[in-house]
């Protein structure tokens, strides 16, 4: 059953050092600050699953929270490539970091039988390349007709964190937009923690490309305005795209990295989101 709560407090009684930590979001509503959070309370040795990791996890990983990666894409969109990602992979700085790769199509049907509480899924695809890097990667033959399936073990994260538009009254959450696998890795999850843009007395008149998760599904729900940015919250904010960009150069090396984590994460709060993320719509 969901409970309002400050930031902090949610992600400390959340996320433990060593956790499987999902953060979801495709392209939209990113939970930035919730991962800030994560890395001012120095969460330590965490497995970190995305199906594409960027920014956010790119912060994370700089930060010394991540010891595993499991992803079906990682990059900084429409710029390159992520640098402390790539540090830590190729020198394990600021520790090793290893890596579970799978396709898009094969870590969403992983979502979904996590959340039906099934050990794995079966999908009529080839792994290509990704078999000989990945040993999770198996086959199954059906017992009705004899073909011979691909399997992946299901997504069972111990939290998934995600960021939506809205919550109600009663700890209902409310998604509007571009709704990628959130649904699927709370349900999957055994703890859900969801920042919002605002709460509100119903959901009347929403978007009909919506997604509404019941309160039963979450653990814990903080008030965030602006809780995903540099990423967007449709009928909130736009895109920062000048900041995707910047990071390229601010990631490059340590040092510069290190500057900007002490100046707008270790030093900054939740608070500090209100202002970036000014309402559009």
């Known amino acids: 059953m969901s409970v309002f709560s400050s930031l902090q407090d949610a992600i400390r009684e959340s996320v433990r050092d060593g956790d499987v930590v999902a953060m979801e979001g495709f392209t939209h509503l990113i939970p930035f600050a919730a991962g800030h959070e994560v890395i001012r309370q120095q969460r330590r040795g965490l497995t970190l699953v995305r199906m594409t990791p960027d920014v956010i996890f790119d912060q ?4 010394g929270c991540a010891s595993r990666l499991v992803f079906s894409w990682g990059g900084n969109p429409g710029v390159g490539s992520l640098h402390r990602l790539r540090d830590a992979v190729e020198h394990s700085w600021p520790c090793p970091l290893a890596l579970e790769e799978f ?9 979904d039988a996590g959340a039906a509480n099934l ?3 079966a999908l009529r695809t080839h792994p290509g390349g990704l078999a000989d890097v990945n040993p999770r990667y198996r086959t199954v033959t059906c017992p ?3 073909e011979t399936l691909v399997a992946v073990p299901a997504l069972r994260p111990d939290v998934t964190i995600i960021h939506a538009q809205k919550a109600d009254r009663e700890g209902n959450v409310l998604m509007e937009g571009i709704v990628g696998v959130q649904k699927e890795a709370v349900l999957a999850a055994r703890r859900a923690v969801v920042t919002v843009e605002e709460v509100v007395d119903s959901f009347e008149g929403g978007h009909p ?3 509404i998760l019941p309160r039963w599904t979450i653990r814990a729900i903080a008030v965030v305005p602006g809780g995903a940015f540099p990423s967007y919250a449709f009928g909130y904010y736009s895109r920062d795209n000048a900041f995707y960009r910047s990071w390229d150069e601010i990631s490059r090396t340590r040092d510069g990295f290190r500057a900007w984590l002490d100046e707008h994460v270790m030093r900054s709060g939740p608070e500090a989101f209100a202002a970036r993320g000014r309402r559009v719509a």
């Open 60 to 63: 994370l990983i700089g930060a």
């Open 119 to 121: 050990p794995f899924a």
């Open 144 to 146: 009705f007709t004899g």
């Open 209 to 211: 490309n919506a997604c």
């Open 103 to 111: 396709s898009h199509g094969a870590m969403a049907n992983a979502y």
